[in-house]
């Protein structure tokens, strides 16, 4: 992990309050997934952000990941130590996920993981992951929740024009409620 030294005051507290969001029973169920999906074991055994992060940092295991759920998607996965091309692997990774029909907005940034920043997003991208594999047919071990496919509705023009009488409640509708006999701001109350 990067040496940031000692956080104070706000960055203090939303260090605290990440590390409070950190679950070791959804990192057990991150790593039994990742290693039942590519067959390997990772390299540190044991629990605690800091060991997944040094578990998965060199982004080999997430590279062999997608391309167990999608083949070819990384087509080369870099095994340097250089920390530019152990970037790139996450980066990679970061692609294919996305590219595989996991939303941007449930992707992690590369330092997140590299440096781990921030483990829990990490959790969470893989969860998506695993989530969408579901959705896609994958044979293999399964975690997170199925993504549900759409459901469209087709209604007749009676059912829509039914509709259109109705006021609904995001509206605003007040039952009859008005602001007559209302003073206006700055007037004096009359007793």
């Known amino acids: 992990m990067a040496n940031r030294g000692r956080s104070f005051g706000l960055s203090a507290e939303l260090k605290a309050k990440q590390k409070a969001k950190y679950d070791i029973e959804r990192e057990k169920e991150c790593r039994n997934w990742i290693e039942g999906c590519t067959g390997n074991q990772l390299s540190d055994q044991e629990l605690g952000s800091e060991h997944l992060q040094k578990s998965l940092k060199n982004g080999i295991a997430v590279c062999n990941l997608i391309n167990v759920l999608a083949p070819g998607s990384v ?7 250089m920390a530019f091309k152990q ?26 993981l ?14 998506a992951l695993a989530s969408q594999a579901q959705k896609k047919g994958y044979a293999g071990p399964v975690w997170g929740v199925k993504v549900a496919d759409k459901n469209v509705r087709e209604f007749d023009e009676a059912t829509l024009r039914a509709g259109q009488g109705e006021i609904g409640l995001q509206a605003g509708y007040n039952k009859g409620a008005t602001q007559a006999g209302m003073t206006a701001y700055g007037t004096t109350r009359h007793m």
């Open 75 to 81: 087509k080369k996965i870099n095994e340097s130590t």
């Open 87 to 112: 970037m790139e692997n996450i980066g990679k990774f970061l692609d294919a996920t996305k590219e595989y029909g996991v939303p941007s907005s449930q992707l992690f940034q590369t330092v997140d």
């Open 114 to 127: 590299y440096e781990g920043q921030n483990m829990v997003s990490v959790i969470d991208c893989i969860w």
